[in-house]
């Protein structure tokens, strides 16, 4: 019965079942509080994050906040206080949900490079269950490796289809916007063009 269904429609369940399980592993975060290690200093002494506001918002794309750069990780804290205040609760029911979108695109990036939807499956759940992946979801402080994970990924994957379709600039231009939404989560995403011209140089044997 599976093989009579259309391999996009496959591909699509399999990204629901990464999401779900995902959610399904992180659900008991809902009843973690606050950190005693940055959590205080990114949410209840933050004045910035207290609604999304044009004022907040022309704040943390300005300005670094607690010696880091990262105006849509503060974004998310934003849209977190819209929906009931600082309840940690709603906080780390987001970063779960944030946690699931990027085993998400990890598994789009695993279809991308293998082309094999039950592998790309298998490497969207190893990703959600390894337990190194625990600090950023369950520590709201780390709420920014989600935000930048995510959007990183996106942007690999994008990059991926740029080079498999030759003068489709779109997804060239894709890339770029995703590699600056995850810029704007954290900076450590600043080294992914180094691995776009390592793939270019060694897997597609690219001249310079």
């Known amino acids: 019965m599976w093989t009579s269904v ?16 995902s959610c399904w ?12 290690i940055d959590d205080p200093d990114y949410l209840e ?27 849509l990780h503060l974004v998310s804290y934003m849209l977190d206080y819209e929906i009931n205040g600082l309840d940690p609760a709603v906080l780390h029911r987001s970063s779960v949900v944030w946690g699931a ?14 082309k094999r939807i039950a592998l790309a499956l298998l490497a969207g759940l ?35 289809r740029y080079r498999e379709r030759a003068g489709a600039k779109a997804w ?17 995403v600043v080294v992914l063009p180094g691995v776009y011209a390592l793939h270019d140089v060694w897997v597609e044997r690219r001249r310079w």
């Not at 592993?25 to 005693?36: D, N, S």
């Not at 979108?101 to 293998?114: D, G, K, S």
């Open 6 to 21: 259309s391999k996009r429609t496959q591909a699509v369940l399999a990204a629901l079942v990464v999401l779900v399980a």
């Open 25 to 36: 592993l992180y659900v008991g975060a809902g009843e973690l509080g606050l950190l005693r």
């Open 45 to 71: 002494l933050n004045p910035w994050i207290r609604g999304l506001t044009a004022a907040n918002l022309q704040q943390v794309f300005t300005e670094p906040y607690f010696a880091n750069y990262s105006p």
């Open 101 to 114: 979108l990027v085993a998400v695109a990890v598994y789009l990036l695993a279809l991308q490079l293998t």
């Open 126 to 160: 190893v990703f959600a269950a390894h337990p190194a992946h625990v600090e950023a979801i369950a520590w709201l402080s780390s709420r920014k490796d989600l935000v930048a994970g995510f959007f990183g990924v996106l942007s690999a994957c994008a990059y991926l």
């Open 172 to 188: 060239y231009v894709a890339a770029l916007v995703l590699f600056g939404l995850g810029l704007a989560g954290k900076m450590s």
